[in-house]
């Protein structure tokens, strides 16, 4: 008997294409508006600080780390890879919105206290940390809201902080470059001097700690993705509230070595604590994505025991040596039946998460459609896809018995 056929009631029609597609470009209309209005801002703002030439130069040492911390969260997140334009949400929102958030909030908090002639080591230890990481952390909620029912737990709050703190750095190594081109410029001592100073410290913002904004909001990703598992309230609250403080001591830890370590002391520091920090953190990462793995094979044993699943073809879709030896064998058959693989290797993916949410009981109404869905086109696929092990898929016969469909 399936979970359908245990709460049959709980069934939910799903919304029509139509009434999709409006919602989608309401959405995207919405984030995009937010997106030009966050950039013009934060073009008003910084326009008299970094002019045009400091600008072009800073964009270009901000962008070098991008990519690859780009790459490794994306890397991170391809067992189940979360849709594309939500990715470049996130990490859209860190470098426009979240940054401009945290300027005017800075600036805000950092006058109350009597930090009226720009940044000091006070305002960096004591206030940055709270504000940037609460503004960074917002579209991870978000994107829970949004997809409360969809998320798949810890790996996507990891996935999403660590973009949304990619885009951040991004946009903060663009001021403090730009801004330190200008000063440069200003002082009558020419580009090359002014490019030479920005390459010191594009080695120590860019080559030596690019990762740490994306390594604080990951914290919170964390906790929030732990929330998203469990129906207790407390775990509900505490988990994002542990998370963001996580963060925030992260930080506030951070901006304190760079505010008092000296030069020559400050790569002793680093080595002794930040390096630990952030291999500690990526061990957690993997070990994560390592246990959502086993779940959904776990999960996956269920549909194999109704007839749903050979159980041999478990490790093609979870495991990684598994999924990397079909995709070998598959490449052989031409583009259709990789891509067919790829399908079956989703769909299947996708229902063990399913399985999962339902038996701990944080799935929404529209879960049981979509588990039948997943069911259809899982049978529709086991039959065709071609597998390593020799089955002739136009001959595979399984039984159904103990379904409910």
């Known amino acids: 008997m399936t979970s359908a056929a245990l709460h049959p009631a709980a069934e939910a029609t799903p919304p029509s294409p139509r009434r999709r597609r409006v919602v989608i470009s309401v959405a995207v209309l919405v984030l995009t508006s937010v997106a030009v209005g966050a950039a013009w801002a934060l073009y008003a703002d910084l326009n008299g600080a970094v002019g045009q030439r400091a600008f072009w130069w800073s964009l270009l040492f901000a962008f070098l780390p991008v990519l690859p911390l780009t790459a490794l969260f994306v890397w991170l997140d391809r067992l189940r890879p979360e849709p594309g334009w939500l990715l470049m949400v996130a990490f859209l929102y860190g470098a426009l919105v979240a940054t401009y958030l945290s300027l005017q909030l800075n600036g805000w908090l950092a006058g109350l206290i009597g930090d009226r002639a720009g940044a000091t080591p ?164 993997l070990v994560a994505r390592r246990y959502e793995s086993r779940v959904i094979a776990a999960r996956l044993t269920d549909y194999s025991a109704f007839g749903w699943l050979k159980a041999e073809h478990v490790r093609y879709i979870v495991s990684w040596q598994g999924r990397r030896q079909a995709r070998r064998h598959v490449k052989a058959y031409g583009k259709v039946e990789r891509q067919r693989l790829k399908a079956f290797q989703r769909t299947g993916v996708d229902l063990g998460l399913l399985r999962d949410r339902l038996v701990r009981g944080v799935a929404g109404a529209r879960a049981l459609p979509r588990e039948r869905d997943l069911i259809t086109a899982m049978r529709d696929l086991r039959g065709r896809v071609v597998l390593p092990s020799g089955t002739d898929p136009g001959t595979e016969q399984m039984s159904s018995s103990g379904s409910s469909w």
């Open 122 to 285: 006070r305002s960096a230890v004591f206030i940055a940390p709270w504000t940037e990481e609460v503004a960074k952390a917002l579209v991870i909620f978000l994107i829970v809201i949004w997809r409360r029912h969809d998320f798949n737990a810890v790996v996507a709050g990891i996935v999403y902080g660590g973009l949304a703190g990619v885009g951040f750095a991004f946009t903060e190594n663009v001021v403090y470059y730009g801004q330190l081109f200008q000063q440069v410029l200003n002082s009558g001592d020419g580009a090359t001097k002014a490019l030479d100073a920005v390459q010191q410290l594009f080695v120590l913002r860019g080559l030596a700690a690019p990762f740490v904004h994306p390594m604080f909001t990951l914290v919170t990703g964390m906790g929030v993705g732990l929330a998203v598992r469990y129906r207790n309230v407390g775990v509900r609250i505490l988990a994002p509230v542990a998370g963001y403080c996580g963060a925030v001591m992260l930080h506030m830890g951070y901006n304190t070595i760079a505010s008092f370590s000296t030069r020559n002391g400050l790569p002793a520091v680093y080595l002794a604590l930040l390096v630990p920090t952030l291999l500690s953190l990526v061990a957690v990462a």
